[in-house]
């Protein structure tokens, strides 16, 4: 679309709420809703710079079409908007579309907290003539949190001075200040251009600041103005305000012809904040779920509830159906409505976007759910396929009920495909976890069972274990940890009777393991990230246990060294090494470590950081699925090692508000209990993404086996996602192209999954 012409006025500027090119600024629009604010006399059209948190780059977004963006080194001016050149430079995008400094970390090499940081330079082009004003809407940690902690930064409008990104220096736009929550600020950097000499260009430099521990952008506004006081927008972010606009098209009708309040369904991997929707893509809400699922597996999606204005009291829910093919019994398949949770953290020191409430918890224990006014409350709805369900079409339906209101019927559609997954997943996963009660419900969710810390055998009863070790051989768990863990990181070696009665007690562990049929499967797990010095003392203690025991698999975490070789020059005889993800962003390195016969599994804690993946409470939904699911297939990992899934009973009683408090990292907690206590484990988010990430796993590796067969058999399937089942184990690939950069598309990955299906489906049709 062309540029329309300067508009002929003194200030060249059209009067408040004209529409510009046929369109209305955005600066009407965003104001709208926000009584008092459009007398102000926002006056100009508007252009945001965005991050894009499914992307991971930034974008230039407004009513002024045509407007470009640019983003380089200002040093050498390289172009660095990607998520590989980002993340390089020091910056990222997190997945609730925030532009944020890279925080140091304990493992790898990035900016320290006396460091200034690399500057972005962004120029943003084709603007309409006229005076260009800019302010940044960045986030600061307030008050106590100001000295060498603090969040801070810099910007420079090309030829002007630099301004300070502080809670000082800028004006409090939403927040509460404290340790309660980051506050979001805005600063005006000045302007460029003015009514005798317009410009359609502006640039501009944003910094971390020295002494702080990060710095995180909002949002950079560019408005078309005459001055220099022409009002800032407080109202919701365009990106949050467009998932809104788009949630009132869904929802039963009141009588007045209105919705009497808003339901959708979301993917199975949105993470919904009570108090925002920031990282939804509004592509994603829909009128009902279409679904499709392998016999035994199961597949999710949430309903999203949500009214602007009024409360919705008690709302309750039941299933219509499902029915199925050729009369296939509705008993065929199990549904799950529960709401979805709300935990509430204080202080995160990896992510400043993520303090408040956010979704973890689903609260199985709840019949019904009150959503107080403005709140975006889903319900998590899960649907499982036993491995007996018949092939075919599945319909049903979950019916809301708010009291006083209309009913909503929200419809689902299974398909069930004629492919049965293993009863345990292909990808090895071993945590650590305390409450033996838990075992069960850990299977149920895809993890091998027994304790990667525990100081006994398999972290049972000596008396009881017979039993339960043939139980889990029978439903097929695929690594167990014999126990005790074996450790002497920063400790004396063991003497020659210390190192005896180990092995001994190892020893037992492994004879009990093969008579319940578990021998293959059994492994060791010792030395936890051990250092280079530790090396002597784990070779003495290797040694010792491969003289008994030469076929017992042994693991570790251990991986440092000069070249973080991956095990390949320690000199030490262990099966299987497992670095943590972020290490992988040298594939090379896990190739060099198979070449010397190494099994290679990884792993993550509270590192690493966005945009690698992780099971962080604040990881956005694909980050979790593709941890297990996809990202081990390209990085040819075999096994997903977590330490700890939760680390106490906590027990929950009421919701969707749980009365829990965070502070510091959410890496763990992986779970908690209902009013039950330790016989009543809640799933969350994270339990239901990884299951569904194993099942995409298992997916990938049974189209896999089939076109090995087909290539066997000298037969070619003439299907697109032939060629890139071929890519799906190599970095990069069309849905991994590094371990920061990764689908984050849930349509995408559902798409692939169906191609996969379809694959499978005609391979086996050619192999008859």
């Known amino acids: 679309m062309a540029k329309p012409p300067i508009p002929r006025s003194a200030s060249c500027f059209p009067a408040t709420g004209a529409r510009v090119g046929g369109l209305a600024t955005a600066a009407a629009l965003a104001l709208a809703d926000s009584p008092g604010r459009a007398a102000e006399g926002l006056s100009g059209p508007v252009v945001w710079i965005e991050p894009d948190p499914v992307r991971r780059t930034l974008q230039v977004r407004g ?19 990607t998520p590989e050149k980002l993340y390089e430079h020091g910056w990222l ?19 320290r907290f006396d460091e200034r940081g690399r500057p972005l330079r962004f120029e943003v082009s084709n603007l309409y003539p006229g005076v260009q004003k800019v302010a940044v809407q960045y986030f600061a940690q307030p008050f106590d949190m100001a000295s060498t902690w603090g969040f801070s930064g810099s910007a420079q409008l090309e030829g002007g001075q630099e301004t300070s990104l502080d809670h000082v220096s800028g004006r409090l736009i939403r927040g509460l200040g404290g340790h309660d929550q980051s506050s979001l600020y805005e600063r005006t950097l000045g302007q460029v251009g003015d009514a005798d000499k317009p410009v359609e260009k502006i ?75 920031a990282g939804i893509d509004p592509a994603w809400l829909s009128a009902g779920a279409n679904l499709a699922a392998a016999r035994n597996d199961s597949e999710g999606f949430q309903i999203l509830l949500y009214h602007p204005e009024r409360e919705l009291t008690d709302v309750t829910w039941s299933v219509e159906g499902p029915t199925g093919p050729y009369d296939a019994a509705a008993s065929d398949l ?96 071993v945590v650590g976890i305390y409450p033996v009660e838990h075992y069960e419900f850990l299977m149920d969710h895809g993890v091998n069972p027994s304790h990667i810390y525990g100081k006994s055998a398999f972290g049972l009863p000596e008396d009881e274990a017979l039993p339960i070790l043939k139980n889990w051989a029978k439903r097929g768990v695929t690594a167990v940890n014999l126990g005790p863990y074996v450790s002497y990181r920063d400790k004396p070696a063991p003497t020659a009777d210390e190192l005896k009665k180990l092995v001994d007690e190892v020893e037992r562990s492994y004879e009990l393991a093969k008579e319940a049929g578990l021998g293959d499967v059994a492994y060791l797990y010792m030395f936890d990230e051990a250092h280079v010095s530790d090396y002597p003392i784990m070779k003495t203690v290797v040694d010792a246990v491969r003289a008994r025991m030469p076929n017992l698999r042994l693991a570790t975490t251990a991986y440092w060294g000069e070249d973080l070789d991956f095990g390949t020059g320690a000199g030490v005889d262990i099966d299987t090494w497992c670095p943590i993800v972020q290490h992988f962003r040298n594939p090379d390195l896990a190739d060099a470590g198979r070449q010397h016969g190494r099994d290679i599994w990884w792993y993550t804690c509270g590192y690493p950081q966005p945009p690698m993946p992780n099971f962080n409470a604040e990881s956005s939904g694909m980050e979790n699925r593709m941890l297990v699911g996809l990202a081990p297939h390209a990085f040819r990992v075999s096994g997903f ?41 809640l799933p969350s988010l994270r339990m239901e993404n990884l299951r569904a990430g194993l099942e995409d796993y298992d997916l990938i590796a049974i189209a896999r086996d089939h076109q090995a067969e087909l290539e066997k058999a000298g037969k070619t399937l003439d299907l697109k996602v032939a060629e890139v089942l071929k890519q799906l184990n190599t970095v990069p690939n069309p849905y991994v192209r590094s371990v920061i950069d990764y689908c984050r598309d849930p349509q995408e990955l559902e798409t692939l999954r169906r191609d996969l299906a379809e694959y499978i489906r005609q391979a086996r049709q050619l192999l008859r």
């Open 63 to 81: 009513s002024i079409e045509g407007a470009t963006l640019s983003v380089t080194d200002p040093a050498t001016g390289t172009e660095i908007n």
């Open 93 to 111: 995008i997190t997945p609730n579309g925030l532009l944020q400094s890279r925080l140091d970390g304990f493992y790898e090499a990035v900016p």
């Open 203 to 277: 640039a501009f430099t944003v910094a971390k600041g020295m002494w702080s521990k990060q710095m995180t952008i909002g949002a950079v506004r560019i408005e078309t103005a005459p001055s220099m006081e022409v009002a800032i927008t407080d109202t919701p972010r365009p990106a949050q305000r467009s998932v809104r606009e788009r949630l009132q098209q869904f929802g039963p009708a009141a009588e007045n012809g209105e919705k009497a309040y808003h339901a959708a369904v979301l993917p199975s991997v949105a993470k919904v904040k009570p108090k925002s929707f």
């Open 334 to 429: 199990e549904v799950l409505v529960a709401p979805v949770g709300y935990v509430r953290q204080i202080a995160n020191p990896y992510d400043i976007a993520n303090y408040g409430w956010r979704p973890e918890p689903i609260m199985t224990f709840m019949k019904s759910v009150t959503v107080q006014p403005a709140d975006a409350q889903t319900l998590w709805v899960r649907v499982s396929v036993p491995a007996t369900a018949t092939p075919g079409a599945y319909r049903g339906a979950v019916v809301l009920q708010p009291a006083g209101l209309p009913p909503h019927r929200v419809p689902f559609e299974l398909e069930v495909w004629d492919i049965e997954r293993p009863p345990m997943p292909y990808l090895k996963v």
């Open 641 to 681: 090692l977590y330490y700890a899934f939760q680390m106490a009973g906590t027990r929950v009683t009421e919701g969707p508000y749980a009365p829990l408090t965070f502070s510091g990292a959410s890496h763990d907690w992986f779970y908690l209990n209902g009013p039950g206590g330790l016989d009543d484990p």
